[in-house]
Nanobody, 116 residues
Framework: QVQLLESGGGLVQPGGSLRLSCAASGLSIFSRYRMGWYRQAPGKERELVATMPSDGNTNYVNSVKGRFTISRDNAKNTVYLQMNSLKPEDTAIYYC?????????WGKGTLVTVSS
């Protein structure tokens, strides 16, 4: 059974930083999966934040470029999202995603609240 467990969310002031982690279990070969972070703000649709396929390239939504960094540790079956210079509009539930061909898995999410 595949499980993606996010952690690291919380309340942070504008300009602050958080590091999200997503620990994966049950994936056949973690390194082959495209790992990604998505978010859903209240009243909005879920949107892509960042992805990292197996080749190590990265892709970011324009609004987080230069502030967020996605990385992965294949030995630990974990993907990270370092979030710096956080803004109130970054407030959302952040979801981890693992994708390979027809396989698509989601975590339950972790809440990030940016507020003073």
């Amino acid at each position: 059974q595949v499980q993606l467990l996010e952690s690291g969310g919380g309340l942070v002031q504008p300009g602050g930083s958080l590091r999200l982690s997503c620990a994966a279990s049950g994936l056949s070969i973690f390194s082959r999966y495209r790992m990604g972070w998505y978010r859903q703000a209240p009243g909005k649709e879920r949107e892509l934040v960042a992805t990292m396929p197996s080749d190590g390239n990265t892709n970011y939504v324009n609004s987080v470029k230069g502030r967020f960094t996605i990385s992965r540790d294949n030995a630990k079956n974990t993907v990270y999202l370092q979030m710096n210079s956080l803004k109130p509009e970054d407030t959302a539930i952040y979801y981890c995603n693992a994708n390979l061909l027809w396989q698509d898995y989601w975590g339950k999410g972790t809440l990030v609240t940016v507020s003073s």
